[in-house]
C-alpha cells in the first residue's frame, strides 16, 4: 500500500506554478518531517527540499531555492510543495517522503513514501 496519498501534478508552461500536496490521512504525522525529491528516467532520486519536524527550519538545492517554498496544514495532515517559476529542467516525477526526525538529503533515512506525480514543464 502507498503510504502517502500526492496530488497536484500536472503539465504547465515554463513561468508557471504547481502545488503539490502530500498527506496522511488516518493518522498524526504533526511531529515528522518531510522531504521532496524528483526522478526523471535514467538519473537517480534527486532531493529537492525538505522541512524539519518543527517547522522551523527548510532546506532546498540552489537550483529552486528561490522558487520554491514548503508550507503544512497539520489541521489536514498534509505538507504543500509550492513551485514557482517553473523551468524544463523541473520536468521529473515528485515523491514527498516523511520521517518522524530525519529532515536531510538522503532518500534512504525517510520512513515513508509517497506514489510520485508526474509534472511536465513545457516551452
Avoid: H
Avoid at 498534509?78 to 517559476?85: A, D, E, H, I, W
Avoid at 517553473?86 to 516525477?93: G, I, P, R, S, Y
Amino acid at each position: 500500500q502507498v503510504e502517502l496519498i500526492q496530488s497536484g501534478g500536472g503539465s504547465v508552461e515554463a513561468g508557471g506554478s504547481l502545488r503539490l500536496s502530500c498527506a496522511v490521512p488516518g493518522r498524526s504525522f504533526t511531529l515528522y518531517a518531510t522531504g521532496w525529491f524528483r526522478q526523471v528516467p535514467g538519473k537517480e532520486r534527486e532531493f529537492v527540499g525538505s522541512i524539519s519536524w518543527s517547522g522551523d527550519t527548510t532546506d532546498f538545492i540552489d537550483s529552486v531555492k528561490d522558487r520554491f517554498t514548503i508550507s503544512r496544514d497539520k489541521a489536514k495532515s498534509t505538507v504543500y510543495l509550492q513551485m514557482n517559476s517553473l523551468k524544463l529542467e523541473d520536468t521529473a516525477v515528485y515523491y514527498c517522503a516523511t520521517d518522524p526526525t530525519y529532515s536531510g538529503r538522503l532518500a534512504r533515512n525517510y520512513a515513508y513514501w509517497g506514489q510520485g506525480t508526474q509534472v511536465t514543464v513545457s516551452s
